[in-house]
């Protein structure tokens, strides 16, 4: 019969549990590492592209056409979510308001919340998914193929061709659409105030715009510059950076638009925090 | 070989992670030559033409195109060295969402700038017809077939007049007449436009149609290396399996 050694039983059970630990902790670390060599990778990638920016020999040509395919083929999808937005706030709040008396209030209310708030985000949202998965998937596949190695010996810097244009392009455009937006979603509203009574539009106007301050409309605008900064990076930077399969085409796009709509969100939040120390 | 060597490896490394892809390559490309490699899928073939062109970073040893060493070049003078290489990958990575036309104005407006809009144009009309498709001119790269995309992705190729070319798998995925058709290409190019290349292959009826001198890689270093008749009368079992 084999004897028990309580001595081997307990080395062998510390020796499990050892491996077991550093095992963890190997893990760990290179999760810790990969953490934070992408950090590493996402500024390098911004340092270059601001470096880029400032280069003579800038895409203008490529540019423009970005300029075009983001900000005039977009303008269907945000003149009708911009107008519905408007409608259905109008026919949503204006219950309540006529309980209270104050159906005056109601084109200024909807204007100042689609100006500060509504317009800004949902088309931002409405732009990482559109704008963001059409980047990650283009950048993603050109890589896939490699049409950015063959714009790279082909003395091509693809970074400047390919990133620098989309970037700038959604800087740019998105600020304009937000603003599209803001005037459909106002135009809405009237057609909504327009369905259930009968609001002159010269009157509707006026009331609309007579308690939109300055301050109302500026911080909206600033953040909305950051809004289409962080699209066109973190489209760019899912597809530019996108692995050799097929798979990682679907991958990048999907992490585009993911990333983008939170960052959207909390840029949002940091801008509102920002906003609310100055007024 | 009298000839000066345009293209010199010496003792070239590279890995990824833990896995070695060269161990130690050592090669000449001489002016004029075609120099096919050979090696089975995943023997370091492609590594080695990205590590001549600096799309792929040396770990250890020296690549000289030119006498200008690869690995030690900045971004502007890897720029102008890369005018004067010609690499045809293996998918042909025509730019998609242009015309066959803009794709063929893309790097020559880059490199060759001091040309006119006709003498792009006329520069641009003589290379597809070298490649025997003219009338391809306006189509898009998804209207083309396979053959037809790696005679374009060739004829963008050497509308820059490159000095080295390399080709990487240039008949992989293509039908046996259509693979020949691309063999016959490239040795044309190398006779009237006087390059010297780099053929990454395992298409032997490829690699006898364009080769002057050849080179097989094994375990990421070089196996054997000599004409195409010494291949062809090797006994050695592994040079013998792809000649079979």
């Known amino acids: 019969m084999k004897k028990f050694n309580p001595v081997a039983k307990v080395k062998g059970f510390a020796t499990t549990q050892s491996v077991r630990l550093s095992e963890k902790t190997m893990a760990k670390t290179v999760m810790a590492n990969n953490f934070l060599t992408d950090i590493a990778d996402v500024f390098l990638f911004i340092i270059q592209i601001i470096r880029e920016t400032f280069s003579r020999d800038f895409e203008w040509k490529e540019f423009f056409r970005q300029c075009f395919q983001i900000g005039y083929k977009s303008l269907p999808l945000i003149s009708i979510t911009g107008t519905i937005m408007g409608l259905?706030?109008?026919?949503?709040?204006?219950?309540?308001?006529?309980?209270?008396?104050?159906?005056?209030?109601?084109?200024?209310?909807?204007?100042?919340?689609?100006?500060?708030e509504m317009a800004p985000v949902i088309t931002a949202l409405i732009c990482a998914g559109k704008i963001g998965s059409g980047m990650g998937a283009e950048l993603g596949s050109m890589r896939v193929t490699e049409q950015i190695d063959a714009m790279e010996v082909s003395s091509t810097n693809p970074m400047r061709f390919l990133v620098v244009t989309r970037v700038m392009a959604a800087i740019l455009m998105v600020p304009l659409l937000i603003l599209y937006a803001d005037a459909l979603g106002i135009l809405g509203s009237w057609a909504g105030a327009s369905i259930k009574g009968d609001v002159s539009f010269v009157l509707f106007f006026s009331q609309a715009f007579a308690p939109v301050k300055f301050m109302d409309f500026f911080p909206a605008f600033i953040k909305s510059f950051f809004f289409g900064a962080v699209i066109g990076l973190v489209g760019c930077y899912k597809g530019y950076n996108a692995g050799r399969g097929t798979e990682s085409v679907g991958v990048a796009a999907n992490s585009a638009v993911v990333l983008a709509s939170l960052l959207v969100i909390v840029v949002d939040m940091i801008a509102v925090q920002i906003t609310d120390m100055m007024l | 070989?009298?000839?000066?060597?345009?293209?010199?490896?010496?003792?070239?490394?590279?890995?990824?992670?833990?896995?070695?892809?060269?161990?130690?390559?050592?090669?000449?490309?001489?002016?004029?030559?075609?120099?096919?490699?050979?090696?089975?899928?995943?023997?370091?073939?492609?590594?080695?033409?990205?590590?001549?062109?600096?799309?792929?970073?040396?770990?250890?040893?020296?690549?000289?195109?030119?006498?200008?060493d690869v690995t030690a070049l900045n971004r502007k003078n890897l720029g102008l060295l890369r005018q004067k290489i010609g690499f045809l990958f293996q998918s042909g990575a025509l730019y998609d969402s242009m015309t066959v036309k803009q794709n063929l104005e893309f790097p020559l407006r880059r490199i060759k700038k001091d040309l006119s809009e006709k003498e792009r144009d006329a520069k641009i009309n003589e290379v597809l017809e070298n490649v025997g498709l003219a009338d391809a001119l306006h189509k898009m790269p998804s209207q083309l077939s396979g053959g037809m995309r790696k005679r374009i992705s060739l004829a963008r190729t050497i509308v820059v007049d490159p000095m080295v070319m390399l080709y990487d798998e240039p008949t992989t995925g293509l039908d046996p007449v259509t693979s020949d058709e691309i063999s016959s290409l490239i040795t044309e190019v190398q006779k009237k436009y006087k390059t010297s290349s780099i053929i990454i292959t395992h298409d032997i009826k490829c690699a006898h149609h364009t080769a002057n001198r050849m080179i097989m890689l094994s375990k990421g270093e070089v196996y054997m290396e000599g004409k195409p008749k010494d291949f062809e009368n090797s006994t050695d079992p592994l040079i013998r399996s792809f000649f079979m």
């Open chain 1, 88 to 116: 259905v706030l109008t026919i949503q709040s204006r219950p309540v308001l006529i309980n209270f008396g104050a159906v005056t209030l109601l084109p200024g209310m909807v204007a100042i919340s689609l100006i500060r």
């Open chain 2, 1 to 68: 070989m009298n000839a000066k060597p345009v293209v010199e490896i010496k003792n070239l490394k590279k890995s990824f992670g833990n896995q070695e892809v060269l161990t130690d390559v050592s090669l000449n490309l001489y002016e004029g030559e075609n120099l096919v490699v050979l090696g089975k899928s995943g023997s370091g073939k492609s590594v080695l033409i990205k590590c001549i062109v600096g799309l792929l970073r040396a770990d250890a040893g020296s690549v000289k195109v030119f006498e200008n």
